[in-house]
């Protein structure tokens, strides 16, 4: 019995990033049980559904982004009967699982790159996309990869390159042969029949390239916001016009939204870094029969403040029409949001909470972010990520947010696990542990459980329309309507405090949690900094 095959709309996604979770086995790496542990916790926090980042079986050169089986549980992490448990003490709960999927590349320890590679002729030779050299010898075009350098590595039993958007040891499939999309949407299905509700789609842009392998044009403003990459990296220097978001990934993504709709009430969330990441999420969630949903890293770069986020959304929103989007402002690729916008305060980091969960979408929450915690500080020996390693010092990596989880502050390793972590935990993370803001009424954890568990019963923040209004430089005043019923959201996004002349006054919702709330006269509202205040118009 279906009961609401549209829970995805204004859903709360929790990112669990499983091996700085919790270590339920003492190897200092978590894994699938140490998630199940945890599920009350989860639980608590009043979200929806839990996307866990990858889990299959991998060489973890790019730590589970590079598959060499999309069948089956790395041995760190458990076994398939644990998966089954997890997803059924979730569903207990009221859980959605979503898990990650690497579509567009695999590991090159997958048994069929190993077959790919052996020769020309094999029954897998073009299940990777191959080329022939330039006469000189040297690439075949100028495409580069998203970790540095070409993105072309040469293999000397078929003598040709093969393409890889990231790793060398993340060869891309050739999405051009009907008989990879095929096992694609396979394996997939595969997921689908063990009971999970959903798929997070790493890169769902990069599957297909052009055939005609041109080279892609120069970049005519170097930027880092909508490709997830930064300046130093030269990945930006271009315009990806060639080598990803080619219009046959269209036709695709109708068949993968074909075979979840065979399965009710499960979703999709893609991940789109593209140069106008703003039209692709547009192209990409159109018409109802491609993505449900899909976020992009606008909001994940150091640009923040009233202005810039007014602009994204007012972006997106002129361009999506029917689309949905789902909003992060953090994840396992970027730095903690906390350090990322110069969060100082709770209140800071609060308003910055109820900015990103009253904005019309869905919602990626990363683990940690509900407790504030900042980029860690590794030293360079500490470093696993091969991205840092390569960038470093002017890039430091992604380890920085990816430190394991603290949970208790008098604990060895803040309760993550008995032994040694795979990354340290971060000195001043202690202070932020579950079980010291579980206990602190004013903690940045304790509004993220009021404020979501308050969100829960507010049709027009689930799935109204938004509209903004004008308002005076570092505060963001918006709508959100529902039916009959308007919501007034308004934040002051600066460390002073504002006046709000509105057209006509509104009634304060006296539900809403208690850091939540200004002083009214009449059409004015006054807000404290950092504060923020949510009226019925």
Same mark, same amino acid.
């Not at 669990?16 to 700085?20: A, C, D, G, L, T």
């Not at 009221?94 to 690497?102: E, F, P, S, Y």
């Not at 308004?490 to 002073?496: F, T």
């Given at each position: 019995?279906?009961?609401?095959?549209?829970w995805?709309?204004g @859903? *709360?996604?929790?990112q669990?990033?499983?091996?700085?979770f919790?270590?339920? +086995? #003492?190897? #200092?790496?978590?894994d699938?049980?140490?998630?199940?542990a945890?599920?009350?916790y989860?639980?608590?926090l009043?979200?929806d559904?839990?996307w =866990?980042s990858?889990f299959?079986?991998s !060489?973890m050169?790019?730590f589970?982004?590079d *598959?060499?089986?999309?069948?089956?549980?790395d041995?760190?992490f #458990?076994t398939?009967?644990? =998966?089954?448990?997890?997803?059924?003490?979730?569903? &207990?709960r009221?859980?959605?699982? %979503?898990?990650?999927?690497?579509l567009?590349?695999?590991?090159d320890?997958?048994?069929?790159?190993?077959?790919?590679?052996q020769s020309?002729?094999n029954?897998?030779?073009?299940?990777?996309?191959?080329?022939?050299?330039?006469?000189d010898?040297?690439?075949?075009? +100028?495409?580069?990869s998203?970790?540095?350098?070409?993105?072309? @590595?040469?293999?000397?039993?078929?003598k040709?390159?093969?393409?890889?958007?990231?790793?060398?040891?993340?060869p891309?499939l050739?999405?051009?042969?009907?008989?990879v999309?095929?096992q694609v949407?396979?394996?997939?299905k595969f997921?689908l029949?063990?009971?999970?509700?959903?798929?997070?789609?790493d890169?769902?842009?990069?599957?297909?390239?052009d055939?005609?392998?041109?080279? +892609? $044009?120069?970049? %005519?403003?170097?930027?880092?916001?909508?490709?997830g990459?930064r300046?130093?990296?030269?990945? @930006?220097y271009?315009?990806h016009?060639?080598?990803?978001?080619? !219009?046959?990934n269209l036709?695709?993504?109708?068949?993968?939204?074909?075979?979840?709709n065979q399965?009710?009430?499960?979703t /999709?969330?893609?991940e789109?870094?593209?140069d106008?990441?703003l039209? /692709?999420?547009a192209?990409?969630t159109s018409?109802?029969?491609?993505?449900? %949903? @899909?976020?992009?890293?606008d909001?994940l770069?150091?640009?923040?403040?009233?202005?810039?986020?007014?602009?994204?959304?007012?972006?997106i929103?002129?361009?999506?029409t029917?689309?949905w989007p789902?909003?992060?402002i #953090?994840?396992?690729? *970027?730095?903690r949001?906390a /350090?990322?916008? &110069?969060?100082?305060?709770?209140?800071q980091?609060?308003?910055? %909470?109820?900015?990103?969960?009253?904005?019309?979408?869905?919602?990626?929450?990363?683990q940690g972010e509900?407790?504030? =915690?900042?980029e860690?500080e590794?030293?360079?020996?500490d470093?696993?990520?091969?991205?840092?390693? /390569?960038?470093w010092?002017?890039?430091?990596?992604?380890d920085?947010?990816?430190?394991?989880m *603290?949970w208790?502050?008098?604990?060895?390793?803040?309760g993550?696990s008995?032994?040694r972590p795979?990354?340290?935990?971060y000195?001043?993370?202690y202070s932020?542990?579950?079980?010291?803001?579980?206990a602190?009424e004013?903690?940045?954890?304790?509004?993220?459980r009021a404020?979501?568990?308050?969100?829960r019963t507010?049709?027009?923040?689930? &799935?109204?329309?938004?509209?903004?209004?004008?308002?005076p430089?570092?505060?963001?005043v918006?709508?959100?309507s529902h039916g009959?019923?308007t919501?007034l959201v308004?934040?002051?996004?600066?460390?002073?405090p504002?006046?709000?002349?509105? $057209?006509?006054?509104?009634?304060p919702?006296?539900?809403?949690?208690?850091f939540?709330?200004?002083?009214?006269q009449?059409?004015e509202?006054k807000l404290?900094?950092?504060?923020?205040d949510?009226?019925?118009?």
């Open positions: 019995m279906i009961r609401n095959p549209d995805w709309r @859903a *709360v996604i929790y669990v990033y499983p091996r700085s919790y270590d339920s +086995n #003492g190897d #200092g790496i978590g699938l049980p140490g998630v199940t945890k599920l009350d989860i639980a608590s009043n979200v559904a839990i =866990l990858p299959f079986t !060489p050169k790019d589970g982004y *598959v060499s089986d999309y069948r089956n549980v041995p760190i #458990g398939l009967s644990d =998966l089954d448990k997890l997803i059924a003490e979730a569903h &207990k009221g859980l959605k699982i %979503m898990i990650d999927q690497v567009s590349h695999s590991s320890q997958h048994p069929w790159f190993a077959e790919s590679r020309r002729t029954a897998r030779a073009d299940w990777y996309v191959w080329a022939d050299p330039k006469p010898g040297s690439p075949p075009n +100028n495409w580069l998203v970790f540095g350098g070409s993105a072309w @590595a040469w293999d000397s039993r078929r040709q390159y093969y393409l890889h958007n990231f790793l060398t040891s993340q891309d050739n999405f051009h042969n009907p008989e999309q095929e949407l396979s394996d997939v997921w029949d063990r009971g999970v509700d959903g798929f997070r789609l890169a769902i842009n990069f599957c297909f390239h055939q005609q392998l041109r080279d +892609n $044009p120069p970049s %005519m403003a170097i930027k880092e916001g909508s490709i990459v300046k130093e990296n030269p990945y @930006a271009q315009h016009k060639f080598d990803k978001t080619r !219009p046959e036709q695709f993504l109708k068949k993968l939204r074909a075979l979840l399965y009710p009430e499960t /999709t969330v893609g789109i870094g593209d106008d990441s039209q /692709t999420m192209d990409y018409g109802g029969d491609k993505l449900h %949903m @899909a976020y992009s890293f909001l770069t150091e640009q923040h403040g009233a202005d810039f986020f007014r602009k994204t959304v007012d972006g929103e002129k361009k999506l029917d689309g789902c909003w992060a #953090g994840n396992h690729d *970027v730095a949001v /350090t990322r916008w &110069k969060a100082e305060s709770k209140e980091l609060k308003a910055y %909470m109820v900015m990103l969960l009253t904005l019309r979408g869905s919602v990626c929450i990363y509900e407790l504030g =915690l900042t860690a590794l030293q360079y020996e470093l696993v990520d091969p991205y840092g390693i /390569t960038f010092p002017e890039f430091k990596g992604r920085g947010c990816r430190t394991p *603290v208790h502050h008098k604990e060895s390793h803040g993550f008995d032994a795979w990354l340290p935990v000195d001043e993370h932020a542990a579950v079980a010291l803001q579980h602190e004013n903690s940045v954890l304790t509004a993220y404020f979501l568990g308050w969100r507010q049709p027009e923040l689930l &799935k109204g329309d938004i509209e903004f209004l004008d308002s430089r570092d505060t963001l918006f709508t959100r009959e019923q919501l308004a934040l002051n996004l600066s460390n002073r504002a006046t709000i002349s509105l $057209p006509s006054a509104a009634a919702v006296e539900s809403t949690p208690e939540i709330g200004g002083q009214w009449g059409n509202l404290e900094p950092w504060g923020s949510i009226a019925r118009l």
